[in-house]
């Protein structure tokens, strides 16, 4: 046990990112709160983790949980959803022109990359 825990701090430590870091590929700097909107519920792990990535990547983002909206806000919301994702499934990513439904950091990666 001792000689595995040898080489996975070895391995941390060489240099290369570990496996679930973001990439960092992107230009954060030209992401500004405008840009990336995260249509989410409030108890949803995949809107989480979305968050979390994105809190890890360093870039803005505005965040509207739509379950805890009540009332014509929320359907305002749901439609606005809709126009991106006619699904309605969360979380629903808009990075520019770009959406990721659901958490595949792969896919947030490559919106971040791309402009």
Do not use: W
């Not at 870039?59 to 359907?75: I, M, P």
């Amino acid at each position: 046990m001792f000689k595995s825990l040898k080489k996975i701090l070895k391995k941390k430590n060489d240099g290369m990112p570990e496996p679930d870091a973001p990439a960092k590929s992107f230009d954060m700097e030209a992401f500004h709160m405008n840009d990336i909107k995260v249509y989410a519920l409030s108890t949803c792990i995949h809107c989480r983790n979305a968050k979390k990535y994105l809190d890890e990547c360093g870039v803005k983002y505005e965040c509207v949980h739509v379950d805890e909206l009540t009332g014509d806000e929320r359907k305002q919301i749901v439609q606005e959803v809709k126009e991106h994702n006619p699904a309605v499934s969360f979380p629903t990513i808009v990075i520019r022109d770009k959406v990721v439904v659901g958490f595949h950091k792969d896919k947030i990666d490559d919106a971040l990359k791309e402009d």
